[in-house]
């Protein structure tokens, strides 16, 4: 058998590896937008969230926005979704396809398709993943659309380091 490198941390039989299955998880709306959230970064000690979203057809994401201290990943798994990017040409994801949005690049999503999309998203560090808590939690007296809904948005997205696109 093979020996450990001195100064190598040692593996431990005692640290969980967890496993979500299928249709499980922290499962809620945000409108008309589901969410499944499989880590919320409790398990990684903050350094990774991960959620499913499922987009009906003809849905709209956030407001355009960046990030001031989280990476994010998209991967579609269903169907095909917009990003849009302000200032320049808007990115069609086609299932399989992935999009890697760093610290301060501006962004959003939205499925303007005739069928339902869903895409993988992570964020490094985690803790974006209380975004959609609160945002759900801000949303519990009722439905929102419209300007109601980007008010809400906004509001949420400035506990995160989120910072919304000036509108032009």
């Known amino acids: 058998m093979e020996e450990m490198p001195k100064n190598q941390p040692m593996p431990t039989n005692h640290i969980p590896v967890n496993y979500v299955p299928a249709k499980t998880g922290d499962i809620f709306s945000l409108g008309e937008i589901t969410i499944r959230i499989m880590e919320d970064g409790s398990r990684t000690d903050n350094r990774i969230g991960a959620a499913e979203f499922t987009l009906p057809p003809h849905s709209g994401g956030p407001p355009p926005h960046w990030h001031e201290m989280h990476d994010e990943t998209f991967l579609v798994t269903q169907g095909r979704m917009s990003f849009h990017l302000p200032g320049k040409p808007d990115v069609v994801a086609e299932e399989g396809g992935y999009v890697v949005v760093p610290i301060r690049a501006p962004h959003t999503f939205s499925n303007p398709n005739d069928k339902e999309a869903k895409f993988f998203n992570t964020y490094t560090p985690a803790f974006y993943i209380n975004y959609f808590k609160m945002l759900a939690e801000m949303m519990k007296g009722g ?21 919304p696109v000036p509108k032009k």
């Not at 400035?158 to 910072?163: D, K, P, S």
Request: charged share 20%.
């Open 143 to 163: 439905e929102m659309t419209g300007e109601a809904m980007r008010k809400a948005n906004v509001q949420a997205m400035a506990n995160f380091a989120t910072i």
